[in-house]
């Protein structure tokens, strides 16, 4: 069955220990539509699935070209599908690594603004990523994708450690 374009999208999150505590990267979406809004606008990295490709391969391409960096090469972790309001379904995987928020860089996008302007302006696909604890990525996160969160806090909590589970959310 072939779906529509644009209905499905596959991103990274990213993860990390710091200080005995999980982080999640994420990335905020940039352009004038985006620029005032914060609370459920942000996302993982991510990116439209074609027909022919393969979602893991998309995510690693999508976390690339939205960070200015190449997907952490670390084994990943599955953490399914969401479908969100739009009716989109993305899916994601979670990856161990680090990035510096302040050496990301997106690539671009052009679109006639300001409306019926008939000027084309190209602004950042994404336009800032940042580090956010489990409680603070869930309310700023895209309201499906914090469940993405709550996903990842469950594996890691299904593995063995030296830290206590209650140190990662």
Do not use: C
Request: glycine content about 8%.
């Amino acid at each position: 069955m072939t779906l529509p374009a644009g209905t499905r999208s596959a991103g990274l999150l990213l993860y990390r220990q710091r200080e005995g505590r999980l982080e999640v990267l994420l990335a905020h979406p940039g352009g004038p539509f985006w620029e005032n809004k914060d609370a459920g606008a942000w996302s993982l990295p991510k990116g439209e699935v074609e027909a022919d490709e393969e979602p893991l391969a998309v995510a690693r391409r999508e976390f690339a070209e939205e960070t200015g960096h190449p997907s952490p090469s670390g084994s990943t972790i599955e953490l399914g599908e969401m479908r969100q309001a739009s009716g989109k379904t993305v899916f994601a995987w979670a990856v161990e690594g680090d990035l510096d928020p302040d050496l990301a860089v997106s690539n671009t996008f052009s679109m006639e603004w300001p409306p019926r302007s008939g000027r084309s302006q190209e602004f950042a696909e994404v336009d800032r990523v940042e580090w956010f604890g489990p409680d603070e990525a869930r309310r700023r996160l895209n309201p499906a994708q914090a469940e993405f969160v709550d996903r990842l806090v469950d594996r890691l909590d299904a593995v063995p450690s030296s830290k206590p589970a209650g140190n990662r959310a």
